[in-house]
């Protein structure tokens, strides 16, 4: 099956602080990756879409200035929240697709937690 | 308008009860798609792909009603297990971004 390995898995982190999470892919390649954010009773709000070798594009009302996505290698994603503010706190998920048979597989999750 | 829209419930039933929920669709286009299950604080996991001539996995039935553009899921002899958040989404082929409806929550009881 199709493996996205997502870390950490949580992380409480000091306001203004940046923090950066990593998505790999761990038996097959992914050149594009999905990033979410999903708040408490809330549904998933895709982020951005991060293409391997290319910027990434990001959703209306996204500052890519603070939320900056790196895919420098068709395995590896990472999504580094920059000067993270409480209200940043969140749970932060990354997904690809291995074939349109998997379907779209998510990493694990980051729940974080801006104090 | 959203591309996928759900009930976002909650639906309660009893422990042994047959449910089922839709999801509505906006693109006419959409081929398959993907029903989720997301349990608490936890990532969406895959249940089943949903084609033009439906699916069905033990106690899940899922099928696409392209004429009305909605698909659903049937879970028969629910059980407390089965308490999640239940999510649809088109597959868009992977390589285009997907957005996914608010799911629905179901709640089993005792």
């Known amino acids: 099956g199709a493996v996205v390995s997502q870390h950490p898995s949580w992380v409480i982190c000091k306001s203004g602080t940046s923090v950066k999470i990593e998505c790999r892919s761990l038996?097959?390649?992914?050149?594009?990756m999905f990033w979410y954010r999903q708040f408490p009773k809330q549904s998933l709000m895709l982020m951005a879409t991060?293409?391997?070798?290319?910027?990434?594009?990001?959703e209306q009302g996204v500052e890519k200035d603070k939320f900056l996505i790196n895919h420098a290698s068709l395995t590896l994603s990472t999504l580094t929240v920059t000067s993270a503010h409480p209200e940043d706190s969140s749970f932060y998920i990354c997904?690809?697709?291995?074939?349109?048979?998997?379907?779209?597989?998510f990493g694990s999750g980051t729940r974080l937690t801006v104090v | 308008r959203k591309e996928v829209e759900q009930d976002p419930g909650p639906f309660n039933v009893p422990e042994g009860a047959t449910v089922a929920f839709n999801c509505t669709y906006s693109?006419?286009?959409?081929?398959?798609f993907f029903w989720y299950r997301q349990d608490c604080r936890k990532e969406p996991k895959l249940l089943m792909s949903?084609?033009?001539s439906g699916n069905e996995d033990g106690r899940f039935t899922a099928q696409l009603n392209r004429a009305s553009q909605y698909i659903s899921l049937l879970i028969r002899d629910s059980k407390l297990s089965d308490s999640a958040t239940y999510l649809c989404?088109?597959?868009?082929?992977?390589?285009?971004?997907?957005?996914f409806g608010t799911g629905t929550k179901l709640q089993v009881i005792p």
């Open positions: 991060s293409n391997e070798g290319s910027k990434a594009t990001y």
């Open positions: 949903v084609y033009s």
């Open positions: 989404a088109p597959n868009s082929g992977g390589y285009q971004k997907v957005t």
């Open positions: 997904s690809a697709i291995a074939g349109t048979a998997y379907g779209y597989t």
């Open positions: 693109n006419s286009a959409s081929q398959s």
């Open positions: 038996d097959f390649q992914a050149t594009t």
